[in-house]
């Protein structure tokens, strides 16, 4: 029952008896550990976890996975790092603490990129994460586990983390949703953080619905989350089908005029054009706007700066003395050098590096605050567009899933222009979602669609219309 | 940028590499300063506030009242070594 179901459909099977919530735990149990050795979606599988529950919301006995990086009480949480390979959290995440009250059950907990620093699936401490639709493909990052679990059906929807593309990315490539929110919107106390004025939480699911669904239970204030937004006296599920004539989107043209001999990529942005004609006859209007070529080049770079610098500071704190890795050494400077050095992969060394050199003083104003003023360049320029239009559409990646053994030149201005758009709503804490809108070569292609700060509600209602008309959403794998 | 101000930088964090991983960094290093340098020619850029958060919103400090409390052992619980309820580390100032 567990499998490629819906979280509607088998809420509707628990509250009719047609499904004992019990039995569809341990189902989901039980294909957690069947596909963990091929493709290794969890950290920690909970195959005793399941606690009765008779609360009256639309969760109430569905079984969901939360990114390892999100703090569970009692529950090994490690950010997939050596540094945190036995940390076991004393408090709940708020995330958390909404879905236990829901009574949602939580299966297990998902590997991801290290301390959620990666797009690859492949630098998690228990090992790689593979893509369900090809094995020898990677499934991207830093959500991949949460991914690869929606995927393969093991659970309806699962918890990730965003701080560039980490939920979106790994949606488009696995061929499910993934729905980053506006920032603020769902609490982050508890998560292990990455870079916080970029860091959000959101949902991987099998449709848009579904993600309503969830985030009408993990959205709302929290006095523990100073970034926290307002409560809003809505709820996304009742709005996720309301009609959508006349809404106005625009893409970035200079992505779509891109000329490559790249087979793929042409292929992508044919697929986009396609389906621009599609959402015309929707009732969208559908307009190309213009971004400076050398403002869309230097998104990448920034991000690189920004998150660098943040995470830096972040992570000062795992130095193995409160928590984390231990080390025998007799002094305490040899002692953090010792755990610090084995507890982080290249990975996360060579962005703390990056990171404290940009804020040197020296640096500061020429790297760390330039790429502060490109990042404000940009958010302005989206942020006039959106008084304009409600939402940004542009292929998620332009490219399918790559093997592991591509060797990507992420340094050319192809790949600086097609590949980091994803970052902007990031930089300006823009709602974006990622749903599939067609396949090459049997792999997936995402669709990103971005809207205005606050307007989730907007932005799932024109992205659930989107996905009904295109007939991809609750597809199996 | 030379590996020998790497490995400082490295150090002050509190970790070292090896000498591959060095290598690595320093090419890593020259591409992502030879963007930056790239975007630091961008017109007026000087004339910009730099922005350090997503969006202005009217964020609130809660009332300073006590509400959850840790306990003091679920606080030392993760700790290397605890010795009358404090977390021990080795001596700092010598004799």
Same mark, same amino acid.
């Given at each position: 029952?567990?499998?490629?179901?819906?979280?509607?459909?088998?809420?509707?099977?628990?509250?009719?008896? =047609?499904?004992?919530?019990?039995?569809?735990?341990?189902?989901?149990?039980?294909?957690?550990?069947?596909?963990?050795?091929?493709?290794?979606?969890?950290?920690?599988?909970?195959?005793?976890?399941?606690?009765?529950?008779?609360?009256?919301?639309?969760?109430?006995?569905?079984?969901?996975?939360?990114?390892?990086?999100?703090?569970?009480?009692?529950?090994?949480?490690?950010?997939?790092?050596?540094?945190?390979?036995?940390?076991?959290?004393?408090?709940?995440?708020?995330?958390?603490? #909404?879905?236990?009250?829901?009574?949602?059950?939580?299966?297990?907990?998902?590997?991801?990129?290290?301390?959620?620093?990666? $797009?690859?699936?492949?630098?998690?401490?228990?090992?790689?994460?593979?893509?369900?639709?090809?094995?020898?493909?990677?499934?991207?990052?830093?959500?991949?586990?949460?991914?690869?679990?929606?995927?393969?059906?093991?659970?309806?929807?699962?918890?990730?983390?965003?701080?560039?593309?980490?939920?979106? #990315?790994?949606?488009?490539?696995?061929?499910?949703?993934?729905?980053?929110?506006?920032?603020?919107?769902?609490?982050?106390?508890?998560?292990?953080?990455?870079?916080?004025?970029?860091?959000?939480?959101?949902?991987?699911?099998?449709?848009?619905?579904?993600?309503?669904?969830?985030?009408?239970?993990?959205?709302?204030?929290?006095?523990?989350?100073?970034?926290?937004?307002?409560?809003?006296?809505?709820?996304?599920?009742?709005?996720?089908?309301?009609?959508?004539?006349?809404?106005?989107?625009?893409?970035?043209?200079?992505?779509?005029?891109?000329?490559?001999?790249?087979?793929?990529?042409?292929?992508?942005?044919?697929?986009? #054009?396609?389906?621009?004609?599609?959402?015309?006859?929707?009732?969208?209007?559908?307009?190309?706007?213009?971004?400076?070529?050398?403002?869309?080049?230097?998104?990448?770079?920034?991000?690189?700066?920004?998150?660098?610098?943040?995470?830096?500071?972040?992570?000062?704190?795992?130095?193995?003395?409160?928590?984390?890795?231990?080390?025998?050494?007799?002094?305490?400077?040899?002692?953090?050098?010792?755990?610090?050095? =084995? $507890?982080?992969?290249?990975?996360? #060394?060579?962005?703390?590096?990056?990171?404290?050199?940009?804020?040197?003083?020296?640096?500061?104003?020429?790297?760390?605050?330039?790429?502060?003023?490109?990042?404000?360049?940009?958010?302005?320029?989206?942020?006039?567009?959106?008084?304009?239009?409600?939402?940004?559409?542009?292929?998620?990646?332009?490219?399918?899933?790559?093997?592991?053994?591509?060797?990507?030149?992420?340094?050319?201005?192809?790949?600086?222009?097609?590949?980091?758009?994803?970052?902007?709503?990031?930089?300006?804490?823009?709602?974006?979602?990622?749903?599939?809108?067609?396949?090459?070569?049997?792999?997936?292609?995402?669709?990103?669609?971005?809207?205005?700060?606050?307007?989730?509600?907007?932005?799932?209602?024109?992205?659930? =219309?989107?996905?009904?008309?295109?007939?991809?959403?609750?597809?199996?794998? | 940028?030379?590996?020998?101000?790497?490995?400082?930088?490295?150090?002050?964090?509190?970790?070292?590499?090896?000498?591959?991983?060095?290598?690595?960094?320093?090419?890593?290093?020259?591409?992502?300063?030879?963007?930056?340098?790239?975007?630091?020619?961008?017109?007026?850029?000087?004339?910009?506030?730099?922005?350090?958060?997503?969006?202005?919103?009217?964020?609130?400090?809660?009332?300073?009242?006590?509400?959850?409390?840790?306990?003091?052992?679920?606080?030392?619980?993760?700790?290397?070594?605890?010795?009358?309820?404090?977390?021990?580390?080795?001596?700092?100032?010598?004799?």
């Amino acid at each position: 029952m567990i499998k490629y179901n819906s979280i509607s459909k088998l809420h509707d099977a628990i509250n009719s008896n =047609k499904v004992n919530a019990r039995n569809l735990f341990n189902d989901s149990v039980e294909m957690a550990k069947k596909y963990q050795d091929e493709y290794n979606s969890f950290v920690t599988i909970l195959g005793d976890n399941y606690c009765d529950s008779d609360k009256d919301t639309l969760l109430n006995g569905i079984p969901y996975a939360l990114k390892d990086n999100v703090s569970t009480k009692g529950i090994l949480t490690t950010a997939s790092s050596n540094i945190l390979a036995d940390y076991v959290p004393i408090y709940n995440a708020t995330v958390y603490e #909404k879905l236990l009250k829901s009574g949602a059950q939580l299966v297990g907990k998902t590997v991801m990129d290290e301390l959620a620093m990666g $797009g690859t699936g492949t630098t998690g401490h228990t090992g790689i994460v593979r893509n369900p639709l090809d094995k020898s493909r990677m499934i991207g990052g830093s959500s991949s586990g949460s991914a690869a679990a929606v995927a393969l059906g093991i659970v309806p929807f699962a918890i990730g983390s965003d701080t560039g593309d980490s939920i979106r #990315k790994p949606a488009a490539y696995s061929g499910v949703v993934g729905y980053k929110p506006t920032y603020g919107r769902v609490s982050r106390y508890g998560i292990i953080p990455f870079a916080s004025s970029l860091d959000h939480v959101g949902v991987l699911a099998r449709n848009v619905e579904d993600v309503a669904i969830v985030m009408d239970i993990i959205k709302g204030h929290d006095d523990k989350d100073l970034t926290s937004l307002k409560d809003e006296n809505i709820n996304y599920v009742d709005v996720v089908n309301d009609a959508i004539a006349g809404r106005k989107l625009f893409y970035i043209k200079e992505m779509l005029e891109i000329k490559t001999d790249n087979e793929n990529i042409n292929k992508v942005i044919e697929m986009f #054009k396609e389906n621009i004609l599609k959402f015309k006859k929707m009732g969208f209007e559908v307009v190309p706007e213009s971004i400076d070529k050398d403002l869309l080049l230097s998104v990448g770079p920034c991000y690189t700066v920004i998150s660098s610098a943040e995470a830096t500071s972040n992570h000062a704190n795992l130095t193995g003395i409160l928590f984390g890795l231990k080390s025998n050494k007799d002094n305490i400077q040899d002692m953090m050098m010792e755990t610090r050095t =084995k $507890g982080f992969s290249f990975l996360i #060394k060579r962005r703390f590096v990056l990171g404290s050199y940009v804020l040197q003083r020296d640096n500061q104003e020429k790297l760390f605050r330039n790429a502060c003023r490109i990042r404000r360049l940009l958010v302005d320029k989206l942020s006039d567009l959106f008084k304009v239009y409600d939402g940004l559409i542009l292929p998620t990646s332009f490219n399918i899933a790559p093997k592991f053994s591509d060797k990507i030149d992420t340094a050319n201005d192809e790949y600086l222009m097609l590949e980091n758009h994803l970052d902007l709503a990031n930089f300006g804490g823009f709602p974006s979602i990622s749903i599939p809108m067609g396949y090459i070569d049997k792999m997936p292609i995402g669709l990103s669609i971005t809207g205005r700060v606050r307007e989730d509600y907007l932005l799932l209602n024109m992205a659930s =219309k989107i996905e009904k008309e295109l007939g991809l959403g609750d597809m199996d794998v | 940028m030379d590996i020998k101000d790497l490995k400082k930088y490295a150090n002050k964090l509190m970790f070292d590499m090896t000498d591959d991983e060095y290598l690595l960094l320093k090419d890593e290093f020259d591409v992502i300063l030879s963007q930056m340098d790239k975007i630091s020619k961008i017109k007026d850029i000087k004339d910009i506030e730099p922005m350090s958060y997503p969006f202005e919103n009217d964020y609130e400090l809660r009332s300073d009242v006590e509400e959850d409390v840790i306990d003091i052992k679920d606080a030392l619980a993760n700790a290397r070594l605890v010795v009358d309820n404090q977390v021990s580390v080795p001596k700092v100032v010598s004799e």
